[in-house]
């Protein structure tokens, strides 16, 4: 959908300190061939006793106040995780609001596994759009990936890390504006991370930690792998090229490409083929091999860091991707109209 009165007036972030991959090989939690796939220098790794609300809290705290706005300013605010909150039986959406927002505003989580993040800003839109009273609200996305529930470094051919990031929008201006965005969805590849797993209600007795290679074997026991590429990349493009023609754009037109922290090879794969073949240099991957795969965080994580250290200038644009098993893809394009005040805070 194209858009002319949806904005982006903050972005934030929380990101916990680096481990590096040559350490995690050192000390055998990591294997040097996974290691050579994904080309990942590290991931940042939360200390005991942080939880992903928290994390998420300080993000979009961060969003509104580079925003201008206070608590009472933001009308909805919408949450988004992979993994899970910490706590069973509770509304994590609530809490963030608490945080972030005012009584009566409205909050919500939103679940599309790592299309969170662009997935809670189509939501986020819509709300913004038939609520004319509402003119902010806020998207935080993050993850935590604790053990023993879940091993960052083996469970899958990406590598996780911890953390949230956020961004604010406005329906009054900002230092960019959402030109166009996308969704596509295939949900014939929802058991990817499904495979043979027993249902419910509650599985105390699953696999610890979760084994993501497993669940994918057992999916391609009966789904073609080949098959499995051409929707994966059919999907990818579909999003990809539709944003392009409803913001009137090529792809040459965009001097920086946002993409989720899935490793080298599958954001070569996943993402820039299905574009045409775009230059890893013209996205983040220098920022995302540093941090890991922040499950729906990946993308205002990496709009964040542009807008930190100076990188976006007035007239650019900026090309959103987003990827989530089920699976579903999401793609935006975003032009910058001014420079982010706040990028001299960079490090």
């Not at 993000?59 to 605010?77: F, I, L």
């Not at 993040?117 to 759009?129: C, K, N």
């Not at 394009?333 to 960079?346: G, K, Q, R, T």
Request: aromatic share 8%; charged share 20%; hydrophobic share 45%.
């Amino acid at each position: 959908m194209r858009w002319t009165d949806l904005y982006i007036a903050g972005t934030g972030a929380y990101l916990p300190k680096t481990e590096s991959v040559e350490d995690a090989i050192a000390e055998g939690r990591y294997d040097a061939d996974s290691a050579v796939h994904t080309d990942h220098l590290s991931v940042t790794v939360a200390p005991d006793g942080e939880n992903i609300a928290d994390m998420a809290v300080h993000a979009g705290r961060e969003a509104a106040a580079r925003a201008g706005a206070g608590p009472a300013d933001v009308g909805a605010v919408f949450y988004s995780v992979v993994l899970h909150n910490g706590i069973d039986v509770w509304n994590a959406a609530a809490y963030i609001q608490q945080g972030v927002a005012a009584e009566g505003a409205f909050a919500a989580e939103v679940r599309a596994g790592s299309n969170g993040g662009l997935v809670a800003v189509e939501v986020a839109a819509s709300y913004l759009a038939t609520h004319p009273a509402a003119t902010l609200a806020v998207a935080t996305a993050g993850d935590l990936w604790s053990a023993p529930y879940f091993d960052r470094w083996r469970a899958d051919r990406i590598l996780y890390g911890d953390g949230a990031a956020a961004v604010a929008l406005s329906t009054r201006g900002g230092f960019a504006r959402i030109v166009s965005l996308v969704n596509v969805t295939d949900p014939t590849l929802e058991a990817m991370h499904r495979g043979r797993q027993p249902w419910g209600p509650f599985q105390f007795s699953a696999e610890q930690p979760i084994d993501l290679h497993r669940r994918h074997e057992e999916f391609l026991e009966t789904f073609d792998k080949d098959e499995v590429w051409q929707r994966v990349q059919a999907g990818a493009k579909t999003a990809a090229t539709t944003a392009l023609q409803e913001a009137d754009l090529s792809l040459a037109d965009v001097e920086h490409i946002v993409v989720p922290h899935f490793g080298r090879n599958l954001i070569t794969k996943q993402c820039l083929e299905p574009m045409g073949g775009a230059d890893l240099d013209r996205t983040t991957w220098e920022f995302a091999r540093q941090v890991g795969h922040l499950g729906p965080g990946d993308q205002f994580a990496g709009l964040n860091h542009l807008a930190e250290r100076g990188a976006l200038n007035a007239g650019d644009r900026v090309f959103l991707f987003g990827v989530g098993g089920g699976f579903s893809w999401s793609c935006a394009v975003v032009e910058i109209l001014d420079e982010p005040s706040w990028a001299s805070v960079a490090t």
